[in-house]
Nanobody, 124 residues
Framework: QVQVVESGGGSVQAGGSLRLSCAASGYTISTYCMTWFRQAPGKEREGITSIDSVGSTSYLDDVQGRFTITQDNAKNTLYLQMNSLKPEDTAMYYC??????????????????WGQGTQVTVSS
């Protein structure tokens, strides 16, 4: 069964850190382009960082320098290290695979569905 399970969210104060995990099953994440998305209340879901099959990465300007995307192929798990968190980072965070990637940007059809997400809440 193809699925992802996100975890690691929580409540932190501004300036704090969290590491999110995205454990995939039913497929090998290293053969796809993987993206972390977030959706804040009342806003559309947005992609914030991606990693392609050769390890190239891309970041939304808003998270560049604060967030780091990595993957552990042995564990088939995607990670998001989030530092210097701000209240505006408060959102539900999700991961998802796409078939294609280039220079760290994912494109093409999605593979698999959405997970349940993990909530990140940053207080000021």
């Amino acid at each position: 069964q193809v699925q992802v399970v996100e975890s690691g969210g929580g409540s932190v104060q501004a300036g704090g850190s969290l590491r999110l995990s995205c454990a995939a099953s039913g497929y090998t994440i290293s053969t796809y382009c993987m993206t972390w998305f977030r959706q804040a209340p009342g806003k559309e879901r947005e992609g914030i960082t991606s990693i392609d099959s050769v390890g190239s990465t891309s970041y939304l300007d808003d998270v560049q320098g604060r967030f780091t995307i990595t993957q552990d192929n042995a564990k088939n798990t995607l990670y998001l290290q989030m530092n210097s968190l701000k209240p505006e980072d408060t959102a539900m965070y999700y991961c998802r695979a796409q078939y294609y990637g280039n220079s760290g940007y994912c494109y093409g059809p999605y593979f698999g569905g959405w997970g349940q997400g993990t909530q990140v809440t940053v207080s000021s």
